[in-house]
C-alpha cells in the first residue's frame, strides 16, 4: 500500500498548545470507484476524522488528522479495502482501546458469512445501529465487511446480533425467539435495554411492515428493524416491559389468517412515559379473512369517530386492529367491532402466470417481489408461487385481477433506463373512500430502492409500496395527490451523484392533506454540502426536536439528503435549522435566532417559543453535549434541545421569556473547554 507523510505546520509553531497534525495518503487497491464514497464516510465515522479527500483519478484518498488517530484510520481502510475476506465468528479487533472523554472505544471488523446479495448485507448494518445503538459504522457492501465503534458492553450486544442474524438461510427453526443475555446502555437517555430477535412462522414481508409499525406505535418500541432476508425477523430493544409487550404483540400476529372474529388482550396494564400517565390496556381485534380493505378502513374511521382511542393501528396484511387506550375506550372500541355484521365472502377469480423473461440466477427473490408487488397493487389477492414450474397463482376479486394483470406484465421482464420512467395503470382503482392510483416508477439510479420505498412511506404517507429489485422498480398505490407527491420526490431523489457546493431546498409545488386535523403539508428535499451519516443523523434529530417534524428522511446511501413534509410554518423552522447545521463552526463559537417566535398551546395558554442554534467551538462527547441539553431545559423551562456531536451545535426551543439562561449556560461552557 502506497503511503504519504506531511507534517502540518501548526505542529512546529506551536506544539504545547496544538496536536501534531499529519496527511496520509491511502491507494484504494480492491475498493470500486463507486464505493469510494462509502470507505470515506467510513473513515470519518469510526475514526473520527473530518478531513478526507479522495483522488478518484490516482485511486486514493487522504486523511488530515492529529498523529494520534491515522493507525486507526489506517487499520479502518485496510479492513475495508480487501476482497471479500473469510467469514470469521468473532470478528477482527484493533490491537488497542480507542480512548473517549467518558473512558474507551473497542473497534472491531465483521466479515458477514452468509450476506450473498447486497440487499442482504444492507439491512445489517442499520439493525446494528437502530436496536443496539452504534451509530459510528463503517462498511464496504462489495466485501461485505462492517467496522463498528462503540464501548465494550454495546460492542459485545452488537456483536451478538450481528452473529444471531448472520445464518444460512432456512438454518433456523420458527419461531423462536432469542434474547441478549444482559441489559445494555445504548445511549446516555436509553439505559438499561432488552434485546431480542424473533424469527417468525407466518409473516410475509407486508405482515411484517404492519407488524413493525404496530410495535413502533402502540408500545413505543422505536428501536427496533425488520429483515428481508430471513421469512420473519424483527430485531429490537427497548425497557423491558415495553418489550414484553411487543413480544406479545409479535406472538399474536404470527399466525395464520382465520375466518373467526376474535379479540386478544395484553394480561397486564402499561403505562408510559406521558404528562398525565395512566394504566392503559392493549388489545388486537382480529376481523377475519374475508374482512376487505375497504371494511377495514371504515371499521377504524368509525372507532377514531365514536372513541377517543390515544393510538390505533390497522395491518391490512392480517386483518387486524391494534391499539392502546384507556380501559374505558377500549371496552367502547370492542363494542362497537363486534357490532359490526361479519363480511360476505368475496367472490374471488383465479389466474395461472406464467414467468418468461427473468434469468434463472435471479428467479426466486424475483419470484417473490413481483408476488409482494400484485398483493400491494391489487389489494385483497392472494398468491402463490410454484419455483419449479416458474408459475404464480392469483387470487383477487374479479375487479382487481385486471391490476394483477398489469402488473404482472410490467415487472416480468428486465429494464433499464437512463432517466426516471413512469408507467400508470389506464385506470382509477374505486375505493370506499373515493380512488386510487397504481403507478410503477422505473428508477435510473438509486442502487438500492429501499431508501426511496422508505422515504415514500415517512415522506407521503404512502403504505402500499413495493421494491423490485430486479426491474429497479416501485409499485406505488394510494389517493391521487399522495401518488403525485410521490412522482416528485422520485424524480427529485433519483439523480445522478453531483457534488454541492451550497446547501440547495427543493420544494413541490403541490401540498397534500397528510394527518386529519392538521394543515396541508408542504415537501421539500435538502441537499447538504456536508455529508456522512453523522452529520446527517444530528440534522435529523435537531430538525425533529426542536422544528417538530416527525415525517422526515435521511438517506443512507446518498448522505447529506433528506426529504421531510409537514405544514408550512414548521417546515420553515426546519429549513432554518437545516442551514445553520451545514455549516463547519471550524473552532468558532457563535449562536443564531429563529427570527420568528413560535407560537404553542400549554396547560396554561399560548406560549411564544423561540427557537435558537449554539455553535460550539470545542465540540464534545454525546454524554456532554446530552448534560449540557439538560442543564438548558431545567434552567429555561423547556423539553426540546439536541446537542449534535458531528456538527458540534446545540439546538434548542423553549420560552421565549427565559431563553437568554441558555445562553449563559452556553457562554460559561463553551469557555470552560466543553466541561
Request: a negative charge; aromatic letters at 8%.
Amino acid at each position: 500500500m502506497r503511503v504519504t507523510i506531511l507534517l502540518a505546520c501548526a505542529a512546529a509553531i506551536a506544539p504545547s498548545v496544538y496536536a501534531q497534525t499529519v496527511a496520509r495518503t491511502f491507494a484504494f487497491s480492491q475498493t470500486p470507484s463507486s464505493e469510494y464514497k462509502y470507505l470515506t464516510d467510513s473513515l470519518k465515522a469510526v475514526a473520527d476524522v473530518e478531513s478526507v479527500s479522495v483522488d478518484e483519478t490516482a485511486g486514493s484518498v487522504t486523511v488530515t488528522a492529529d498523529r494520534n488517530q491515522i493507525p486507526l484510520a489506517e487499520w479502518v481502510f485496510d479492513q475495508l479495502d480487501k476482497s471479500r475476506p473469510v467469514a470469521t465468528t468473532t470478528g477482527t479487533t484493533y490491537p488497542q482501546p480507542v480512548p473517549t472523554s467518558s473512558g474507551e472505544d473497542v473497534v472491531k471488523a465483521f466479515c458477514l458469512a452468509h450476506a450473498e446479495t447486497a440487499p442482504d448485507y444492507n439491512y445489517m448494518f442499520p439493525t446494528v445501529r437502530t436496536v443496539v445503538g452504534v451509530d459510528r459504522v463503517g462498511y464496504a457492501s462489495f466485501s461485505r465487511v462492517l467496522v463498528l465503534r462503540a464501548p465494550a458492553a454495546q460492542m459485545a450486544a452488537a456483536e451478538w446480533l450481528i452473529r444471531d442474524l448472520d445464518e444460512a438461510e432456512g438454518q433456523l427453526r420458527a419461531p423462536a425467539i432469542h434474547a441478549y443475555p444482559l441489559p445494555v446502555d445504548v445511549s446516555a437517555r436509553e439505559q438499561g435495554f432488552v434485546i431480542k430477535v424473533f424469527y417468525l412462522a407466518h409473516l410475509d414481508q407486508p405482515g411484517r411492515d404492519g407488524l413493525s409499525s404496530a410495535i413502533r406505535l402502540v408500545p413505543n418500541v422505536y428501536r427496533q428493524f425488520s429483515s428481508r432476508r430471513q421469512r420473519g425477523t424483527i430485531a429490537l430493544s427497548g425497557p423491558a416491559d415495553l418489550v414484553e409487550v411487543a413480544g406479545w404483540m409479535i406472538q399474536d400476529m404470527d399466525q395464520p389468517l382465520g375466518d373467526e372474529r376474535t379479540v386478544h388482550t395484553y394480561p397486564l396494564p402499561i403505562r408510559l412515559p406521558s404528562p398525565r400517565p395512566e394504566d392503559e390496556v392493549v388489545k388486537v381485534f382480529h376481523m377475519g379473512a374475508g374482512t376487505s380493505d375497504e371494511e377495514l378502513r371504515d371499521l377504524l374511521a368509525t372507532i377514531q369517530n365514536k372513541v377517543h382511542i390515544g393510538t390505533l393501528w390497522w395491518d391490512k396484511s392480517q386483518k387486524a386492529i391494534t391499539f392502546r387506550s384507556t380501559v374505558q375506550a377500549a371496552a367502547q372500541a370492542e363494542q362497537l367491532l363486534l357490532q359490526v355484521e361479519p363480511s360476505r365472502p368475496l367472490q374471488n377469480q383465479v389466474k395461472v402466470f406464467h414467468f418468461g423473461r427473468i434469468p434463472p440466477e435471479s428467479e426466486p427473490s424475483t419470484y417473490n417481489d413481483i408476488a409482494d408487488s400484485i398483493g400491494e397493487a391489487a389489494t385483497d389477492s392472494r398468491t402463490s408461487i410454484d419455483a419449479a414450474a416458474r408459475t404464480l397463482t392469483v387470487t383477487a376479486p374479479v375487479d382487481r385481477m385486471a391490476v394483477a394483470d398489469w402488473v404482472f406484465q410490467e415487472l416480468d421482464r428486465s429494464v433499464r433506463v437512463r432517466n426516471t420512467a413512469v408507467h400508470s395503470y389506464p385506470l382509477p382503482i374505486p375505493t370506499r373512500a373515493g380512488s386510487e392510483e397504481v403507478r410503477i416508477f422505473y428508477l435510473a439510479h438509486a442502487r438500492d430502492g429501499n431508501d426511496m420505498l422508505t422515504a415514500l412511506r415517512t415522506v407521503a404517507q404512502i403504505d402500499r409500496l413495493r421494491w423490485s429489485l430486479h426491474s429497479s422498480a416501485l409499485v406505488v398505490r394510494g389517493p391521487a395527490e399522495r401518488v403525485a407527491a410521490a412522482d416528485w420526490l422520485i424524480h427529485e431523489l433519483d439523480q445522478p451523484p453531483r457534488e454541492i457546493s451550497e446547501p440547495e431546498v427543493h420544494e413541490s409545488p403541490m401540498t397534500v392533506a397528510l394527518q386529519d386535523r392538521e394543515l396541508p403539508s408542504v415537501i421539500r428535499v435538502f441537499f447538504a454540502t456536508r455529508a456522512g451519516i453523522p452529520i446527517a443523523n444530528d440534522m435529523l434529530t435537531s430538525i425533529r426536536t426542536v422544528a417538530d417534524v416527525t415525517r422526515l428522511f435521511s438517506f443512507t446511501r446518498q448522505t447529506g439528503v433528506l426529504a421531510l413534509s409537514a405544514p408550512l410554518e414548521r417546515m420553515n423552522l426546519a429549513e432554518w435549522v437545516f442551514r445553520e447545521l451545514d455549516q463547519d463552526s471550524a473552532a468558532r463559537s457563535w449562536m443564531a435566532v429563529y427570527p420568528i417566535a413560535m407560537s404553542r398551546g400549554t396547560p396554561w395558554g399560548v406560549e411564544s417559543q423561540t427557537t435558537m442554534v449554539y455553535h460550539l467551538a470545542r465540540g464534545g462527547t454525546r454524554q456532554e453535549l446530552d448534560d449540557l441539553a439538560m442543564a438548558m431545559c431545567r434552567a429555561t423551562g423547556s423539553a426540546e434541545a439536541y446537542g449534535g456531536t458531528a456538527t458540534s451545535t446545540m439546538a434548542i426551543r423553549g420560552p421565549s421569556a427565559t431563553m437568554p439562561k441558555s445562553e449563559s449556560i452556553w457562554k460559561q461552557w463553551d469557555q470552560a473547554g466543553g466541561h
